[in-house]
């Protein structure tokens, strides 16, 4: 990863705004955003299968995140992931925890209908 670098961002309510850009922000800082708009944004991850009539899915989207002036809530760098079409902050264990309810559905829930589905194909 590569140094910090320092950007300037036009704001409406405080004018140029100098600020450091992490080396991970993958995303343009636009003119005329509130100082507390100003966000950093990482490569975004999917999860992605294909679902019959729509293609390819993407689901579960995920980056890293910071709202370095944030006037309620957290500056610090979280974890954003898309859930039921919002995006959720995450810490590091609460990204822990995510993976687990994630592994345990895929485990107990998903691989379970799956057997259960072919039994029902297979008797029929």
């Not at 966000?39 to 370095?68: C, I, M, T, W, Y």
């Not at 898309?82 to 691989?111: K, M, Q, R």
């Amino acid at each position: 990863m590569s140094a910090p670098r320092t950007v300037t961002v036009e704001t409406l309510d405080h004018g140029p705004v100098a600020l450091e850009e992490p080396s991970w922000c993958v995303i343009a800082h636009p003119a005329g955003n509130h100082r507390s708009g100003i966000r950093h944004d990482g490569v975004e991850h999917a999860a992605s299968v294909d679902v019959a009539g729509r293609g390819r899915v993407e689901f579960l989207k995920a980056n890293l995140s910071q709202f370095p002036f944030a006037e309620h809530g957290s500056r610090d760098v979280t974890v954003v992931v898309e859930i039921d079409g919002e995006h959720a902050e995450f810490s590091p264990a609460g990204i822990g925890d995510l993976a687990a309810a994630i592994t345990a559905h895929a485990l107990y829930g998903l691989l379970p209908l799956r057997d259960r589905l072919q039994a029902l194909r297979e008797s029929e």
